[in-house]
Structures are given as C-alpha cells and as structure tokens.
C-alpha cells in the first residue's frame, strides 16, 4: 500500500504524482493554454515527455507502447483543437482493445458551455469511441478518477479512457491523500467465474469433434495466454488459425499453425474453417473481414466462444457453447480436462489442400529482376529470422506483411486491425520503442505504404529529436494500393483518385537529419536491410516496387469465405524451394 | 416483441447521454424511456420499452452492463410485472360534450383535472393500452394537447434485485 503525505499541492501535481504510482515513465503529447499547468509542474517530475508533432500521433504513440508492453500508454492534449486530433487515436485503440489514458485539458470550469476559445466538449465527441471517459471540474475528484480512469483502461476488455481535465483543476491546491485503496466501482465487474456447466459443455464439443479448428484472435495476445494456447494444441491436435490481430499469439512455423484467416487469408486456411466440424474461438469478435458472408461461415461447425466481453457473444455468430472469461484462465480451466488426441487425418487433408497453393506464390517465382512487395517481407523475415517487432500500416503492404512475415512470437507484431486507420504506423512504432527501449533486443520495423507513410510523417522528426531507431521500410507503389485493387477487381479498373504522387522519400529522411536509401530491385533487398539494421538512428527505405500488384486470396467484401479471388494463373511457376 | 429493461444507474452528470448514445450507436430504436429517483440516494432508474428479440434482448443488456455507471439491468418482459404510464390529454369540451366526456372518464378511471368553457385536461394514469382506448374514444370530440411519460414498470412480489446492491 502507499500512502502520501498530505501534503496540499496544486491538481497538476497529482496528476503526475498519479502517473507516477501507475507505474508510468514516459507520456506522448503536445501543449497548448488549457494544459500548460499540468506541463509546467512535469518538469518536477522523473517522467519523459515526448514532444509530437501532431495529436493523433500522440495517441498512436500510447497505443503503440500499450500493445508492445501490455501496460497503459498515456497520451496528453490541450483543449479544443489538441483534443478532437487525438480522436482517430482514441477510436483505433477503442476498435483494437488497446488500453490508453488520454488526458486533455479543458477550459476552466466557470467557462464550460460558453463556447470559449478552445473549448470543445471532448467528454461528449469521444463518448462512443471510449470505453469510458470523465471530466473533471473539482480538484478533490481529481486523483480518484485518474485511479479510476487507469483501472478501466486495463481491466476486464481493456480500452481508452480520457480524462478531461479543467485548467483551474489544474491550478487549484488540494491535499488529497491516495490511501492505495482498490479503486470500488459499483457497476463495473470485469472479472467472470467459468462455471462448470459451459466448461463441460465445451469438453464434450472439443473431445467429440473430427475435424476442429482453433480461431486464435488478438485475446490470446492481450491475455498472455500464448503457452497456454500451444500446450491445448499440442493437447488436442487441434490446428489453429489466426486473425490479422492475433498473429504471432501461436507460433507462425508451427505444425499445427495454418495462418491468418478471412478476407486475405490463404486458401487452405478458409477451406479448413468451412469444413470444420467445430470452430474454437479464443479472444476474438467474428469480425466481419474475417466471416466473410455470414450466412455461410463455417456452416457445418459448432462454434465455442471463449470471449472476456459478453456483448459480444452471438453478436455475429450464433455459438453453441459461449464462456464468458479471461482466455488464459479458461484455456487453463479446459487443459486437465480435454482428452489427448493427434487428430492426424484432419491435418493431413489440410496439409494436402495447401500444396498447390504455395506454388502459385510469389516467393517461389524465379526471378525476373521485378521488385513486390512480398519479396521485400519475405527477405526481411528471413533476414531478421522473424524476430523483429513490426508495426504494420494500413493497406496492401499490411496485408502482405501478415502474409509473409512469420510472427512466431507474441506482441511481435502491431497492426490496426479493427478500424484500419492509415498513419498508424510510424507514431504507433515510436510507442513501441519506448515499450522496448533495448536496440540489441528489440528490433522495429515499420512497414508502411507511401499514403499512408504521408499521413504521419511529420512524425519522423520526432523520431530525429528524441533520438530513437527504428527502421521504416516504405513500400512504395505509387498508388493508394489497396483501393486501387479493388477498383481493378470491382470497379472496371478505373482508377480514381488513387495514383499518388510523393516526395522524394530518401531526401524527406535526409532533410530530418535521418539515414535514407532507396531499393528499386530484390538483389538490393539483403544489403539495404543489413545496412538499416547496423545504422544508428532511424533508418528510411524506399521500396519501389510494382505498381500494380494485388494481394492473393481474395475473398470479395460480402462473399462466402471460400469463394476466393485466387492468385493468377500467370504468375503460376514450377515448385523451386520458396 | 416489445420488451421492458429497467436499468439501475449511478445518479451522475452525462449517465443519461451515455445510455441513450449507446441505443442509438447501436441502432436500437427506443419505444420509450423514463428515468427517476429511487430509494437509495445515487442511483437512479431507468425504465426502456422497445422492440427487440431474444437475441438482441440478450445483447442490450450485456451492452448495458459494459456502461460502468450502470448497476444493475434487468428483462421484465417475461416477468409478472405492475407496469403504469400516466397521460395529461385537453380535450375540447362545450357544455354539451362535457357530460359525455365525464362518462368516458369514469368508465376509463381516469380524472378531470381542470376545467375551462371550451376544454378540459384529463388525466390518466394506467396501462399503456388502457390509455389508448381513452384517446380513441376521446378523438372524435378533438384532442388539443396530449403528453405521456412513458412506462414505467416494477416486478410484483417481495423481492426486488436491487437488494443486493443495497446490501453492498
Ligand atoms: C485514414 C484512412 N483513410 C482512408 C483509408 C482507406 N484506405 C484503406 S487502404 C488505402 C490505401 C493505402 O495506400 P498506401 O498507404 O499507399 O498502402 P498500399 O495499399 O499501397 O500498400 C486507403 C486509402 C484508411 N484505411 N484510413
Ligand atoms: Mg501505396
């Protein structure tokens, strides 16, 4: 227990003296009138600020450190403008269960609904896109709810909560005490008891089926649950897909490992979801990408649902034997219980499906001197021997990555998944860095598409003034690729609005006093790759690769999972070893 | 079918806002919502009539219950229940309608709660559906103003699933 001594200080101390005891070192935000209090007294206080260059970064930067350490991220804003830049943020680390406290100022209370300089009502903007947010406008409430807001944040399905904090909050004198009691919310109840009922129900599913399959979502991740899951699958033979969110909670070069499921997906791994007889689903929500058509998901499957939010439960599909629970718990609950099994046929029949596909993959072309991007993913794997941490834009190189970069670990791989949002990357990676703050043992990649790289790169001068590394590998094709795939597929090819054009990457990195090369053919890859990762500082990379390369398999938007747009039987080669 | 939740809230700013934000995000559409004191100071109740099924029943509660203001919700729609909505309605009324109109008002148990020389304010308070059939029977002499607050509703019988929360 710690206790304070009452001592009266102003509320922008408690503010940090709170962080403090949260355990948090370093915050991401930018200043403004309605903070500047707060951020007069941090420089009393043993916690890094790192200066953004723009608010959503911010977010994206707490957001980043919360799914690399698997603790709160903190992102701190002024009122009015600084406030509503974190809301894209806020909504990626609502949709990705990603648990972040914003604090932002406010304009002082007696000025509230006046519509005063920079006053916005961030409480009411960002109410949906929260998990729960508050505003403070009495300095005595002001230690408890920043108590509160860190206990939802990472509690039960953990998410962002905003603290708005009023300016004269901020300067007015208190000598609140935090007695370290428990924080007592009446309503909130994030812990569930697994009763024997639903546990024995699912036994019975698991035991009995022929031809399972385990749908290992992002839960498995946040839950640490990733030796529990391989020891049930080596228990139970049960081969296991991933979602794009929960790759590298199983092992990628894993036997039993198929892959990621849904809309890019390999073939093999959606056919095994619509021929299995049972679906196992740990910690993840149906999402639509992953579905497909939902009437004819997995029709022939019984579904379990292990799930730590019961709102999600037969929100998409409608399961059999739902468990409401933290998935570690419940897998370790199911383990003494499940009969031992090898299930070799089952695999086998999966095992024989892919055979063909991986020949049409692009990884066992010979060359002919073009650069794709799944090359580039390709090499970095094997270069990095799949053990850097990437954080992954939002795109068609978002998509390759997942499909070529095998995450055998854990938090190996940071993604927006849910809401898709570009510009992700670069700030949520300098989260990250702050997480994994050791060079020998944490490797960062950022992988990111020459849109998206544009939404944030102002972001890269931070990464000059703080002094940190991590290795951006632009993928570079010239287009807004990802849409642009869709309008060849689905729109006649008409390209609208999406051929781009860029700055000179390699001179941009140059101007932030940053390292920079540019690779326009596979041959480069390997020595661009070795030279980023021995370079001190943040290294930029400038993939140029094919322009009008797709992503394969494609299940179209609103189509069954198996009816897949499958690569072209042009780029259809002989076996060489991939 | 039309279901009845009654949700327990801590009594706090922006609670109310937070309920209804949740409705509409997720595309329920509201019959009709109520909201008062109770007994034990700081919390309030809620009472929300709307259409829904067994699944979505289901998921509105679940949903409800990942507000953290909210403490206890609960589906009366399969409970035996006391349910009343009170209805203020000003009807014309000349001399000579006005007997009619009292006539109605008594086989309906409603009560005249003011009275002018062209109209009258009744007042009822009942089942929903018992209302209705006073403002059918009422049309015809020409409705005014009308205003209901909506149901409110209580299951019968001693327990109340709030006794817990009191105990804590
Ligand atoms: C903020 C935001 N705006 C728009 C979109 C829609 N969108 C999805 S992918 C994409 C194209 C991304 O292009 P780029 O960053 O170059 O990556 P590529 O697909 O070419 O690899 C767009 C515009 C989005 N996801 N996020
Ligand atoms: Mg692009």
Redesign the interface.
């Known amino acids: 227990m710690t206790t304070t001594r009452p001592v009266t200080r102003s509320g922008a101390c408690v503010l940090w003296e709170v962080l403090l005891s949260e355990g948090v070192d370093v915050v991401f935000g930018y200043p403004g009138g309605a903070i500047m209090p707060a951020y007069d007294t941090l420089l009393r206080y043993p916690i890094r600020h790192v200066l953004v260059r723009h608010e959503q970064g911010a977010a994206h930067m707490a957001d980043g450190y919360a799914r690399a350490s698997g603790k709160v991220g903190v992102c701190v804003a002024t009122s009015g403008p600084g406030a509503t830049n974190l809301v894209t943020g806020i909504a990626t680390a609502m949709l990705d269960s990603s648990p972040i406290v914003c604090i932002t100022g406010q304009v002082s209370s007696k000025f509230i609904g006046t519509d005063a300089f920079q006053e916005t009502d961030i409480?009411?903007v960002t109410?949906?896109i929260t998990?729960?947010n508050y505003?403070v406008t009495d300095v005595e409430e002001l230690g408890p709810t920043l108590r509160e807001a860190f206990y939802?944040a990472r509690s039960g399905r953990p998410g962002p909560v905003l603290v708005d904090i009023t300016k004269d909050v901020q300067q007015a004198l208190t000598s609140w005490v935090d007695d370290g009691a428990p924080v007592v919310?009446?309503?909130?109840?994030p812990k569930y008891t697994v009763d024997d009922e639903s546990l024995a129900r699912a036994v019975a599913l698991i035991d009995s089926a022929e031809r399972p399959v385990i749908l290992a979502g992002h839960g498995i991740v946040k839950a640490e649950a990733s030796a529990d899951l391989r020891a049930f699958v080596e228990r139970t033979g049960i081969p296991v897909a991933s979602t794009l969110l929960g790759l590298g909670g199983f092992p990628a070069t894993h036997p039993l490992s198929l892959g990621m499921l849904g809309m890019h997906g390999e073939a093999w791994v959606n056919h095994a979801v619509q021929e299995a007889d049972l679906l196992i689903a740990l910690g993840m929500r149906f999402d639509d990408r992953v579905t497909g058509k939902l009437d004819t998901f997995a029709p022939r499957a019984r579904k379990i649902h292990v799930e730590i939010?019961?709102?999600e439960?037969?929100?998409n599909v409608?399961v059999d034997a739902p468990i409401v629970g933290d998935v570690r718990e419940v897998l370790r609950a199911l383990m003494p219980r499940v009969q031992q099994k090898t299930r070799g046929s089952w695999v086998a029949k999966i095992e024989e499906s892919k055979g063909h596909s991986a020949v049409r993959d692009i990884v066992s072309m010979p060359h002919d001197g073009r650069l794709f991007a799944a090359h580039v993913m390709h090499d970095l794997w094997r270069l990095t021997e799949g053990r850097a941490l990437v954080v992954t834009d939002v795109g068609q190189h978002q998509m390759w990555e997942a499909q070529y970069y095998k995450h055998d670990h854990p938090r190996g791989l940071i993604t927006s998944g849910g809401l898709g949002t570009m510009g992700f990357a670069l700030p949520a990676a300098i989260g990250a860095r702050f997480a994994r703050p050791s060079l020998e043992k944490d490797e960062i990649w950022v992988v990111v598409g020459d849109g998206g790289f544009q939404m944030t790169a102002c972001e890269l001068s931070t990464c000059a003034q703080e002094g940190i590394k991590v290795n951006v590998a632009i993928i570079n094709n010239g287009y807004l690729g990802m849409v642009r795939q869709w309008q060849e597929f689905f729109y006649e090819g008409r390209y609208s609005a999406t051929p781009m054009k860029s700055p000179d990457f390699v001179k941009l990195a140059d101007a932030h006093g940053l390292s920079s090369r540019r690779v326009t053919s596979r041959e480069e890859i390997e020595d661009a790759v070795a030279w980023a990762r021995k370079t001190p500082g943040t290294c930029v990379i400038d993939f140029r690769v094919e322009q009008e390369d797709a992503v394969y398999p494609m299940v179209p938007a609103g189509a069954a999972l198996h009816d897949m747009i499958r690569r072209p039987s042009s780029i259809v080669e002989t076996a060489e070893d991939p | 079918m039309l279901r009845t939740f009654v949700a327990h809230v801590e009594d706090r700013p922006g609670v109310l806002n937070r309920v209804v934000s949740l409705f509409r995000r997720r595309g329920y559409n509201i019959g009709s919502l109520t909201v008062g004191t109770t007994d034990k100071p700081g919390v309030s109740r809620l009472t929300v009539v709307m259409e829904a099924d067994e699944d979505s029943a289901r998921r509105i509660q679940a949903d409800l219950y990942k507000l953290v203001n909210v403490l206890y919700v609960e589906d009366l729609s399969h409970a035996a229940t006391v349910s009343r909505d009170l209805a203020l309605l000003k009807v014309r009324a000349s001399a000579d309608t006005r007997p009619q109109i009292l006539q109605l008002v008594e086989v309906f148990r409603a009560r005249a709660v003011d009275v002018t020389t062209d109209a009258m304010v009744l007042e009822m308070c009942g089942a929903s559906d018992k209302i209705d059939g006073l403002i059918d029977v009422l049309r015809p002499f020409g409705i005014v103003e009308m205003v209901r607050t909506g149901i409110v509703a209580m299951r019968r019988g001693g327990e109340s699933q709030l006794e817990m929360l009191k105990a804590s």
Request: proline residues 15%; positive net charge; charged residues 25%.
């Open positions: 409480t009411g109410l949906p998990k729960h505003l939802v919310l009446p309503g909130y109840r939010d019961p709102s439960i037969n929100k409608r």
